[in-house]
């Protein structure tokens, strides 16, 4: 578990804060998203592989477009499961500082379910 | 047969107020606060994902609620902006302090040479930085606010 | 006319063994600049009350005995100079986290126990035969374990660690710099041996990094990375143990 809460931090520290702005908070570049218009800048998968000027930095001449889809989606799996496991697991952590520690067990099964559902319910939304 | 004296010893108790003893067990807790805050935002969001994709309606008090319809007004509130300012200054602070530990968990050497403490975290800081503006750049196809 | 000395008030943590709990006593002290704590302390037992019981004894720290609570922070009281936490009245108690045996004297076994714990000695598979002469090290192998290799087991990291102070079976910051020191010295081979002590629920995988230890260490033996470093370190050697069989390993 240990590893997921580093790898999660370490996402969430270079990546959270842009994703933050982008998601929730600055204008929306685009208008279209998996359904989802209530997320203030979600963008559309099409849009940004083939209509953005800055596509070209993605390999798109060498990967299929699922491939590429396929890598961003599991960059948002990612992310999204990283923080929720970093943050989980400090708070579990927190809890046993305010005297539950007797009951690890219960919150490692409560706490790291959160997190695993997160993570499940992000890859279920994404991926057909 | 000799018998051995047991003497009651005092066992202190720490306070559960501990962390505000001292201004770095305060930057800690705030550090630990901030892993929550960034947590629920990750819930929220993928629940919002989820919802958006599969429209659950779970049995509520006075009728079903739509989980999908609920997220959506949720997530256009003032209150979840408000959240979410919040939420991405506990996300920044999460990163520098994660920049900070990160050396000292990992020291980083060259050759033999092992990089100061000091210098991964600039490092580390560019390198969000970078990665943020280039991100953003991408996202926005160039066009800035 | 006699011209009074500057004095300094001591507020000292008593406590006998029986008693419920500690009170305090205020003594009245001669302050010079020069003067620590332990001065202090000393003339404490030898001009106003024999009955003061404190642990002390190279007065030049490094034997790590002197560890007490002064105004509230672990710190060893022969290197506390009375001019860097002079107050109204400058608090003694005996240091934190541990049981009180009496006056400023605490119960120190659980440390032991757990400095034993984790083996602190060269561990070989194989040892090598006396005629194949000494183990060599270069500069960088040394370096490796050097910080690590500096604690004077006074247990003010210990007393820093709100970890501890909430749960004492928490392995601890000295206990698990020194496992790290012996894992990480090339003439060692017993890191796996190591690893009950190191890994199990109570070792370092209680700790949060609070950091705490390393900023009381008097040594900058900088416990809190060892620490952080172990974890890494165990979670790889135990992800191997899982993914590779044996005799890859």
Redesign the interface.
């Known amino acids: 578990m240990?590893?997921f809460f580093?790898l999660g931090?370490?996402i969430?520290?270079?990546?959270?804060?842009?994703?933050?702005?982008?998601?929730?908070?600055?204008?929306s570049?685009v208008p279209e998203a998996?359904?989802?218009?209530?997320?203030?800048?979600s963008?559309s998968f099409r849009h940004?592989l083939y209509?953005?000027?800055?596509?070209f930095?993605l390999p798109l001449p060498f990967f299929p477009v699922e491939v590429v889809g396929l890598v961003l989606k599991l960059y948002l799996v990612a992310?999204?499961?990283g923080?929720?496991f970093?943050?989980?697991?400090?708070?579990k952590?927190?809890l046993?500082?305010?005297?539950l520690?007797k009951q690890?067990r219960a919150l490692n099964v409560v706490l790291y379910g959160?997190?695993f559902?997160?993570?499940g319910?992000?890859f279920?939304?994404?991926f057909p | 047969m000799a018998t051995k004296t047991v003497y009651h010893r005092y066992r202190p108790h720490q306070s559960?107020l501990w962390?505000l003893s001292n201004r770095r067990y305060f930057a800690f807790?705030l550090r630990?606060?901030a892993?929550?805050?960034?947590?629920?935002?990750?819930?929220l969001?993928?629940?919002?994902?989820?919802a958006?994709?599969?429209h659950p309606v779970l049995p509520g008090p006075n009728g079903s609620i739509d989980v999908y319809a609920s997220?959506?007004w949720l997530?256009?509130t003032r209150g979840?902006?408000v959240f979410?300012?919040i939420?991405?200054a506990f996300?920044?602070y999460?990163?520098l302090t994660?920049?900070d530990l990160?050396p000292q968990?990992t020291p980083i050497q060259i050759r033999g040479w092992k990089v100061p403490n000091r210098w991964v975290f600039g490092g580390?800081v560019a390198?969000?930085i970078g990665?943020?503006l280039a991100?953003?750049?991408?996202?926005?196809?160039?066009?800035l606010? | 006319m006699e011209e009074k000395l500057p004095t300094v008030m001591m507020r000292v943590s008593r406590y006998l063994p029986g008693e419920e709990k500690p009170h305090f006593q205020t003594y009245e002290v001669p302050y010079r600049r020069d003067m620590v704590v332990l001065d202090a302390l000393n003339h404490i037992k030898e001009k106003r009350d024999p009955t003061l019981t404190f642990r002390w004894s190279c007065r030049m720290g490094i034997c790590g005995s002197c560890g007490m609570n002064v105004n509230g922070k672990p710190v060893l009281t022969c290197e506390s100079f009375l001019k860097d936490v002079l107050r109204r009245e400058i608090l003694v108690e005996p240091l934190g986290h541990f049981p009180v045996i009496k006056d400023l004297v605490v119960d120190i076994e659980d440390f032991m126990r757990k400095l034993e714990a984790v083996k602190p000695y060269l561990i070989r598979d194989q040892e090598r035969p006396l005629g194949a002469g000494e183990y060599r090290q270069t500069q960088e192998e040394v370096d490796r374990f050097r910080q690590s290799s500096l604690c004077i087991n006074c247990m003010i990291c210990y007393a820093a660690c709100?970890?501890y102070g909430?749960?004492a079976s928490f392995l601890g910051p000295a206990a698990a710099a020194l496992a790290y020191r012996y894992n990480v010295d090339s003439r060692d081979q017993g890191a796996g041996k190591r690893l009950p002590a190191v890994a199990s629920?109570t070792g370092v995988?209680e700790c949060?990094f609070v950091g705490e230890c390393s900023t009381a260490c008097p040594k900058d033996v900088d416990p809190g990375a060892a620490i952080q470093r172990l974890?890494l370190l165990s979670?790889i050697e135990v992800?191997k143990r899982v993914l590779l069989p044996s005799i890859l390993r």
């Open positions: 240990w590893t580093s931090g370490f969430a520290a270079l990546l959270l804060p842009l994703h933050m702005v982008v998601a929730s908070l600055a204008p570049p998996y359904g989802i218009p209530f997320l203030k800048t963008f940004f209509e953005n000027p800055y596509a930095v992310l999204l499961g923080t929720a970093h943050g989980l697991h400090r708070f952590y927190t046993f500082d305010f005297g520690r690890k959160i997190a559902a997160v993570s319910m992000t279920l939304a994404l | 559960p962390f807790m630990e606060l892993g929550l805050f960034i947590a629920v935002y990750a819930i969001i993928a629940v919002g994902l989820f958006g994709r599969f997220m959506a997530l256009k979840f902006f979410t300012l939420s991405l996300a920044c999460h990163s994660w920049f990160f968990v580390m390198l969000w990665l943020s991100l953003y750049v991408v996202l926005y196809g160039g066009k606010l | 709100p970890v909430e749960d629920a995988w949060t974890k979670s992800q």
